[in-house]
């Protein structure tokens, strides 16, 4: 046997020796830990098998799974855990129920992840204390055959969330109760309107229904009952017992009031008032109208007006002490009978005047008016006559005739006099026999006044204005050659409108308009037309004639407004700014307006952009002056400052634009000049002398003589002071119109 085969045999049996005794070492020893593959478990010394990694590992996984483990309890959470009641608290189960038992004084709570919670039996809260929600609400069935909702606060919410609601009853009716003696009040507030909503309530046992901030209708097939603005309104009939009205309209807005005790009143809805009474059916009745103060029977509580439906249209009678006499009757012939109303008063009488000069008096009443009763109506005079076919020409008619009076000198002899209370003192019919009258009435005197008609034909001057007498505010009075006009202040001031003595017939016309006269200050006999000085109005416009009195003049007219316009005159003295253009309007073009603080130049475009011509706030007078020339004016107010290396130019910025470096204390400042045009003009102006300045043209461009060619810069060096002024004299070529140093072509 060689080395090697006797080294191998000796290998085989120290490894056999060692797989069989280390386990008898372990079973023996049992302090000894073993630790399982990959080094995650571990059996230690207690025989405990602990993962090597906390709360890392699973026992089995979702492949392969343990059949069973076998253990006398399970910790969870810290806790010994020994039957399965214990592992699933606080639910228990006793095989017919399961309960649902916490020890705690909070609340409990179920989590779902649909959010619903189903049962096909019945939830019981087992000492009817009922189920309380998460923010203290509950709901119980502590009372028999009720539920009761008690909520956590002073108001209680049930919210529905779905369509239409739907309350039902087999047997009996829905009953809603509250018993909130302080608050018991039930609001419907419907379609998400909190502003408008009907509330009921019990006032002094009585059941109230409001409507919060709105009127209350009831719409049923057969009409409407509205509430709105206080008043009842129905489109059918109104059937009632007894009603307390303040005041009943009609279907045609006619309206009977009782505004006032003891007094009804019927209104109507026009002039005139109709009050139709008629007995129902069409019996031959006669009409009768009867009215009764009280019941009782002493005189005057009672009236009737009727038709006895014989020979008196109208009868009417009075009570004496119970009883109706007849008072008056207007025979259907149109006779009136009056019943001891009137005492016989003198002769009445009166002739034909049938002879040459002769008179005769239409009627003569001398007497003593008898005592009127209320109902009695008495004409002092009537006079109605019918014309003859009269002969001659000094005929006169008249119907009321007042001859002269002699006797005592010292009495007030008027010949109509005419007292107070009247509705008119006189009053015209006119030729028409129609019911409308002129009144002449006068306010009531303070002091003997007198109103003379002159010895002329001719029309009074009206006024609208009760008050219209002389120095009363706003009366118009007539004064000498004129009228005066008091205006709103009663004194003794006034206006007077009075004309210049014509020389022949004049007519002043007032246009059909409201505005004021245009007045002057010249004699009334100097302003008239062509008169020095004078102004007077012409077809559109207003003309002045100036110093001279000739057939010249100056002419203020407008063009035809396409809409208002207005034209302010300042509060200086000065002549206004005149144009030849006839188009010169804001934004017209070519126009030349003015505007705060400067002349604003349209140009040949009429938009809103144009030149605006304005001055600085001077401290003291300036004048520039413009030279007899042709040219552009260049701005000289533009300053560009630069700071860093490259400046390029527009070219709206080289007219009469000055660079200059404040601020650039090294490297070159390069000005780049847009193409020329003739009036442009650009000064380049070295401050600072630390940096040297490059100016170059376009491409195309040439500074003439500084340079030698097209495009060509010009430079100068770092010294303070240095520059140059360029003017632009056609589209290719600047010149030189000024510098100091040395400039220099750099290309």
Same mark, same amino acid.
């Given at each position: 046997?060689?080395?090697?085969?006797k080294?191998?045999?000796?290998?085989?049996?120290?490894l056999l020796?060692?797989v069989?005794?280390v386990?008898l070492?372990?079973a023996?020893?049992?302090?000894?830990?073993?630790?399982?593959?990959?080094?995650?478990?571990s059996?230690?010394?207690?025989?405990?098998?602990?993962?090597?990694?906390?709360?890392?590992?699973?026992?089995?996984?979702?492949?392969?799974?343990?059949k069973?483990?076998?253990?006398?309890?399970?910790?969870?959470?810290?806790?010994?855990?020994?039957?399965?009641?214990?592992?699933?608290?606080?639910?228990?189960?006793?095989g017919?129920?399961?309960y649902?038992t916490?020890?705690?004084?909070?609340p409990?709570?179920?989590?779902?992840s649909?959010?619903?919670?189903?049962?096909?039996?019945?939830f019981?809260?087992?000492?009817n204390s009922g189920f309380?929600?998460?923010?203290?609400?509950?709901? #119980?069935?502590?009372?028999?055959?009720?539920?009761?909702?008690?909520?956590n606060?002073?108001?209680?919410?049930i919210?529905?969330?779905?369509?239409?609601?739907?309350?039902?009853?087999?047997?009996?009716g829905?009953?809603?109760?509250?018993?909130?003696s302080?608050?018991?009040?039930?609001s419907?507030?419907?379609?998400?309107?909190?502003?408008d909503?009907?509330?009921?309530?019990?006032?002094?046992?009585?059941?109230?229904?409001?409507?919060?901030g709105?009127?209350?209708?009831?719409?049923?097939?057969?009409?409407?009952?509205?509430?709105?603005?206080n008043?009842?309104?129905?489109?059918?009939?109104?059937?009632?017992?007894?009603?307390?009205?303040?005041?009943?309209?009609?279907t045609?807005?006619?309206t009977?009031?009782?505004?006032?005790?003891?007094?009804?009143?019927?209104?109507?809805n026009?002039?005139?008032?109709?009050l139709?009474?008629?007995?129902?059916?069409?019996?031959?009745?006669d009409a009768?109208l009867?009215l009764?103060?009280?019941a009782?029977?002493?005189?005057?509580?009672?009236w009737?007006?009727?038709h006895?439906?014989? #020979?008196?249209?109208?009868?009417?009678?009075?009570?004496?002490?119970? #009883?109706f006499?007849e008072?008056?009757?207007?025979?259907?012939?149109?006779?009136?009978n009056?019943?001891?109303g009137?005492?016989?008063?003198?002769?009445?009488y009166?002739?034909?005047?049938?002879?040459?000069?002769?008179?005769?008096?239409?009627?003569?009443?001398?007497?003593?008016?008898?005592?009127?009763?209320?109902?009695?109506h008495?004409?002092g005079?009537?006079?109605?006559?019918?014309?003859?076919?009269?002969?001659g020409?000094?005929?006169?008619?008249?119907?009321?005739?007042?001859?002269?009076?002699?006797?005592?000198t010292?009495?007030?002899?008027?010949?109509?006099?005419?007292?107070?209370?009247?509705?008119a003192?006189?009053?015209?019919?006119?030729?028409?026999d129609n019911?409308?009258?002129?009144?002449?009435?006068c306010?009531e005197?303070?002091?003997?006044q007198t109103?003379?008609?002159?010895?002329?034909?001719?029309?009074?001057?009206?006024?609208t204005?009760?008050?219209n007498?002389?120095?009363?505010a706003?009366?118009?009075?007539?004064?000498?050659?004129?009228l005066?006009?008091?205006?709103a202040t009663?004194n003794?001031?006034?206006? @007077?409108?009075?004309?210049?003595d014509?020389?022949?017939?004049?007519?002043?016309?007032?246009?059909?308009?409201?505005g004021?006269?245009?007045?002057?200050?010249?004699?009334a006999?100097?302003?008239?037309?062509h008169?020095?000085?004078?102004?007077?109005?012409?077809?559109?416009?207003?003309?002045?004639?100036?110093?001279t009195?000739?057939?010249?003049g100056?002419?203020?007219t407008?063009?035809d407004?396409?809409?208002?316009?207005?034209?302010?005159?300042?509060?200086s003295?000065?002549?206004?700014?005149?144009?030849d253009?006839?188009t010169?309007?804001l934004?017209?073009?070519?126009?030349?307006?003015g505007?705060?603080n400067?002349?604003?130049?349209?140009?040949?475009?009429g938009?809103?952009?144009?030149?605006?011509l304005?001055?600085?706030?001077?401290a003291?007078?300036?004048?520039?002056?413009?030279?007899?020339?042709?040219?552009?004016?260049?701005?000289i107010?533009?300053?560009?400052?630069?700071?860093t290396?490259?400046?390029?130019?527009?070219?709206?910025?080289?007219?009469?634009?000055?660079?200059?470096?404040?601020?650039?204390?090294?490297?070159?400042?390069?000005?780049?000049?847009p193409?020329?045009?003739?009036?442009?003009?650009?000064t380049?102006?070295n401050?600072?002398?630390?940096a040297?300045?490059?100016?170059?043209?376009?491409?195309?461009d040439?500074?003439?003589?500084l @340079?030698?060619a097209?495009?060509d810069?010009?430079?100068?060096?770092?010294?303070?002071?240095?520059y140059?002024t360029?003017?632009?004299?056609?589209?290719?070529?600047?010149?030189c119109?000024?510098s100091?140093g040395a400039?220099t072509d750099?290309?």
């Amino acid at each position: 046997m060689t080395k090697f085969c006797k080294q191998g045999i000796l290998l085989v049996v120290a490894l056999l020796m060692a797989v069989f005794f280390v386990p008898l070492s372990y079973a023996g020893n049992p302090s000894d830990e073993a630790v399982l593959g990959n080094d995650r478990w571990s059996v230690d010394s207690g025989g405990n098998l602990t993962p090597l990694a906390n709360n890392s590992y699973n026992i089995g996984n979702a492949t392969y799974i343990a059949k069973a483990i076998y253990a006398g309890s399970i910790t969870l959470g810290g806790s010994a855990i020994t039957s399965w009641g214990s592992v699933v608290s606080p639910w228990t189960d006793d095989g017919q129920r399961v309960y649902l038992t916490s020890s705690g004084t909070g609340p409990m709570f179920i989590t779902l992840s649909n959010g619903n919670i189903v049962s096909n039996g019945t939830f019981t809260a087992a000492d009817n204390s009922g189920f309380a929600t998460a923010n203290g609400a509950v709901i #119980s069935n502590a009372t028999d055959n009720a539920i009761t909702i008690t909520e956590n606060s002073d108001i209680f919410t049930i919210r529905f969330t779905g369509d239409d609601i739907l309350f039902n009853t087999t047997d009996g009716g829905f009953i809603f109760g509250l018993s909130d003696s302080t608050n018991g009040n039930v609001s419907f507030k419907t379609n998400g309107d909190t502003n408008d909503y009907l509330e009921i309530s019990t006032g002094s046992n009585q059941p109230i229904i409001n409507a919060i901030g709105c009127g209350f209708k009831f719409v049923s097939e057969a009409g409407t009952i509205d509430f709105d603005n206080n008043t009842l309104t129905t489109t059918g009939t109104l059937a009632a017992g007894v009603s307390t009205l303040t005041s009943l309209v009609l279907t045609n807005s006619e309206t009977i009031g009782n505004a006032n005790n003891g007094e009804i009143s019927v209104a109507s809805n026009s002039g005139a008032m109709i009050l139709n009474i008629s007995a129902a059916g069409t019996s031959d009745s006669d009409a009768e109208l009867q009215l009764s103060a009280d019941a009782g029977a002493d005189n005057g509580d009672n009236w009737k007006i009727s038709h006895d439906g014989a #020979s008196n249209s109208l009868v009417i009678y009075s009570d004496a002490s119970g #009883s109706f006499v007849e008072k008056a009757n207007l025979s259907t012939g149109g006779n009136l009978n009056i019943s001891g109303g009137f005492t016989t008063m003198g002769t009445m009488y009166g002739y034909k005047v049938n002879a040459a000069s002769g008179s005769a008096e239409g009627i003569n009443v001398t007497g003593t008016l008898g005592i009127m009763n209320g109902d009695d109506h008495y004409d002092g005079l009537v006079v109605n006559l019918t014309n003859a076919d009269h002969t001659g020409a000094n005929n006169e008619v008249n119907g009321i005739h007042i001859e002269n009076i002699t006797g005592d000198t010292n009495a007030r002899e008027y010949g109509i006099l005419v007292e107070g209370g009247w509705d008119a003192e006189i009053a015209f019919e006119g030729s028409s026999d129609n019911g409308t009258v002129l009144k002449l009435t006068c306010a009531e005197p303070t002091t003997n006044q007198t109103i003379t008609f002159p010895n002329a034909t001719g029309t009074v001057m009206l006024s609208t204005l009760a008050t219209n007498y002389l120095y009363a505010a706003n009366s118009v009075v007539g004064v000498s050659n004129g009228l005066k006009f008091e205006g709103a202040t009663a004194n003794t001031f006034g206006t @007077t409108l009075t004309v210049a003595d014509p020389s022949e017939n004049r007519t002043v016309t007032f246009g059909n308009m409201t505005g004021s006269p245009l007045l002057t200050t010249l004699a009334a006999t100097s302003n008239h037309i062509h008169a020095a000085n004078a102004v007077w109005g012409v077809s559109n416009g207003i003309k002045f004639e100036g110093a001279t009195g000739d057939t010249k003049g100056t002419t203020l007219t407008v063009k035809d407004p396409s809409e208002n316009r207005t034209i302010t005159f300042p509060n200086s003295t000065g002549t206004v700014m005149i144009t030849d253009l006839d188009t010169n309007y804001l934004y017209g073009a070519n126009s030349v307006s003015g505007t705060s603080n400067g002349i604003k130049f349209e140009g040949a475009t009429g938009d809103t952009k144009g030149i605006l011509l304005t001055a600085a706030d001077a401290a003291g007078n300036a004048t520039i002056t413009l030279p007899e020339a042709n040219g552009t004016i260049n701005s000289i107010s533009n300053i560009i400052t630069v700071t860093t290396n490259g400046t390029t130019l527009l070219a709206s910025q080289a007219y009469g634009t000055t660079i200059v470096n404040t601020g650039q204390t090294q490297g070159n400042i390069n000005v780049t000049l847009p193409a020329v045009a003739a009036g442009m003009k650009v000064t380049v102006y070295n401050v600072m002398g630390a940096a040297e300045i490059d100016v170059a043209p376009e491409a195309s461009d040439i500074i003439a003589v500084l @340079t030698n060619a097209a495009g060509d810069s010009i430079s100068s060096a770092g010294a303070a002071g240095n520059y140059v002024t360029l003017l632009g004299i056609n589209s290719t070529d600047w010149i030189c119109v000024g510098s100091s140093g040395a400039w220099t072509d750099v290309n």
